[in-house]
C-alpha cells in the first residue's frame, strides 16, 4: 500500500488549505482513511477520520468545524479541507489507511496500518 500526501504548505492565520492523500495498492473504497499530526515536541494526534462507507467521521476536539474530511473511492483520495488556520496547526499532516477492510474502528491511530510521508502545514501569525 502507497499513500501520498500533498497540498501543504505556508499559510496566514485565517486562511485555508486543502490536503489531499492518494492512495494505491489496495481497495480504497473498503477500508477507513484519517488524518493525523505531529508537530515538534508534541505527540501525534487525530485531525479527522471517515469510515469506509463515508458515512461516519470523526474530528478531534481542537477543530471545531473548521476541518472537513471527505473520501472520492473513484479517485482513491482523501481530502482534508482546513479553513480558518491557526498558528497552532502547524505541524506534518500525515494520512493513513485502515487496518482492516469494512472496519467499525477509525477514530484511533491504532485502527491504521498504512501511512504516508507527511505533508508539512505551516501557519504564520
Known amino acids: 500500500v502507497q499513500l501520498q500526501a500533498s497540498g501543504g504548505g505556508l499559510v496566514q492565520a485565517g486562511g485555508s488549505l486543502k490536503l489531499s492523500c492518494v492512495v494505491s495498492?489496495?481497495?480504497?473504497?473498503?477500508?477507513?482513511m484519517g488524518w493525523f499530526r505531529q508537530a515538534p515536541g508534541k505527540e501525534r494526534e487525530t485531525v479527522a477520520a471517515i469510515n469506509w462507507s463515508g458515512s461516519g467521521t470523526y474530528y478531534g476536539d481542537f477543530v471545531k468545524g473548521r476541518f472537513s474530511i471527505s473520501r472520492d473511492d473513484n479517485k482513491n483520495t482523501v481530502f482534508l479541507q482546513m479553513n480558518d488556520l491557526k498558528p497552532e496547526d502547524t505541524a506534518v499532516y500525515y494520512c493513513?489507511?485502515?487496518?482492516?477492510?469494512?472496519?467499525?474502528?477509525?477514530?484511533?491511530?491504532?485502527?491504521?496500518?498504512?501511512w504516508g510521508q507527511g505533508t508539512l502545514v505551516t501557519v504564520s501569525s
Open positions: 495498492g489496495r481497495t480504497f473504497s473498503a477500508y477507513s
Open positions: 493513513a489507511a485502515g487496518l482492516r477492510p469494512y472496519s467499525s474502528r477509525y477514530t484511533y491511530a491504532d485502527d491504521y496500518d498504512s
